[in-house]
């Protein structure tokens, strides 16, 4: 892999690198790359932070929060407006919950979110960068998070253990399927799809799973689908996990707020400050019970993959990552990027595992341009 340096955003590309040809700087003008898509800047190898037991890397929550949360600044009118009411999409006896972004027009984009939390940790103003980039926009909860359907079951209460154990009452494949029955319910043939820590992996596995129904992947700060079981290990730092997972919130409303402004906090990216009154605007306006449910964290994280290998990923794939990720080290995004043909990587200095505000521009370029490549024959 060739690394690219410049002023902002690290990237390269892993496979047959499409190249940027000679005087053609892409949507980040300016900045040299080695990849196909527009890549602005530099970085380098660095700590990451974490997600849960192992899975991909969102710790006791999941997320890509930024400093205004989910609920993200990022346009004009209120954020309740900004979102179609909740709907519904049905995977047998999972109903899976999920809305659209309102006023959105273009190719499909369908966001995957992490660990245990719901579909509000998508930032709006990121979701309004994508409709600006020329995409119809969707997000949804897995099963076991947000709004739809809990599981029954028992199983580990731990989701570290629950991933060294590689049990729970549902597969990652049934995970998959979640996201087609989202697309069917959406009248979607085909969709590019972006998954953040946990959703990353997920939108791997969909490709791989669901070829015919994915125009392009984009995982951001996840492990790669290859890693299972204690061997997914390697990739997680567990400082702040085993931090979140020794600190006691009280019972309740308060509770929930309380937890989900740790993990909040705790994957910010050291760059760009961390708005906690903002934070705690949308979080209380959407309290997600998520942050603390470790039997729902460890029915996700347990689900056990028996598909494809990456190297049978076909599609046009970026792989985002920042270079201070609290949860996952830089090598998982690296591994991922290896092992798909032709993925580009893009590494995100200062960035924990989140995305903050002032890069969601850039991010919704690197989309638009991995989007543009799958438009593009082969040849």
């Not at 600044?73 to 954020?79: F, K, L, N, P, T």
């Not at 900004?82 to 999409?89: I, M, P, V």
């Not at 499909?108 to 709006?124: H, N």
């Not at 969709?191 to 939108?203: D, E, K, M, Q, T």
């Amino acid at each position: 892999m060739a690394e690219a340096t410049g002023a902002g955003v690290a990237g390269d590309s892993a496979g047959p690198a499409e190249a940027a040809g000679a005087g053609e700087a892409g949507p980040a003008e300016g900045a040299r790359t080695d990849g196909p898509g527009p890549a602005e800047a530099a970085g380098a190898d660095g700590p990451g932070p974490a997600e849960a037991a192992g899975t991909d890397g969102a710790g006791p929550a999941g997320a890509a929060v930024d400093g205004t949360g989910a609920a993200g600044a990022g346009g004009a009118g209120s954020w309740e407006e900004a979102w179609t009411g909740t709907e519904y999409a049905r995977n047998g006896v999972v109903r899976i919950a999920y809305d659209q972004l309102v006023g959105a027009d273009g190719d499909p984009l369908l966001l995957i979110m992490g660990l245990g939390v719901s579909r509000f940790w998508w930032p709006t103003g990121l979701a309004r960068e994508f409709a600006g980039q020329g995409f119809a926009v969707a997000r949804y909860d897995q099963r076991d998070a947000g709004q739809s359907t809990r599981m029954p079951g028992t199983g580990p209460r731990n989701p570290f253990a629950a991933v060294a154990r590689r049990r729970s009452v549902y597969t990652s494949e049934d995970m998959t399927d979640d996201a087609v029955a989202v697309l069917d319910a959406l009248g979607w043939a085909r969709a590019h799809v972006f998954g953040a820590s946990l959703g990353g992996l997920i939108a791997q596995r969909v490709a791989l799973r669901h070829p015919d129904r994915v125009l392009s992947v984009t995982s951001d700060a996840a492990i790669p689908s290859d890693a299972a079981g204690l061997a997914a290990g390697r990739y997680v730092r567990f400082g702040l996990l085993a931090k979140l997972a020794r600190t006691k919130f009280p019972a309740g409303r308060e509770g929930d707020i309380q937890a989900a402004l740790a993990v909040a906090r705790g994957v910010a990216s050291p760059a760009y400050p961390f708005d906690e009154q903002a934070a705690r605007e949308w979080i209380e306006r959407e309290v997600d019970a998520g942050p603390r449910d470790t039997e729902a964290q460890a029915r996700q994280a347990g689900a056990s993959w028996h598909g494809p290998k990456l190297r049978e990923l076909k599609q046009p794939t970026l792989v985002l990552h920042g270079d201070h990720d609290p949860i996952l080290r830089v090598s998982a995004a690296r591994a991922t990027a290896r092992a798909i043909p032709g993925a580009r990587l893009v590494i995100l200095p200062g960035v924990g595992h989140d995305l903050p505000e002032p890069l969601w521009p850039t991010i919704a370029r690197e989309v638009r341009a991995v989007a543009d490549r799958a438009a593009r024959p082969a040849g």
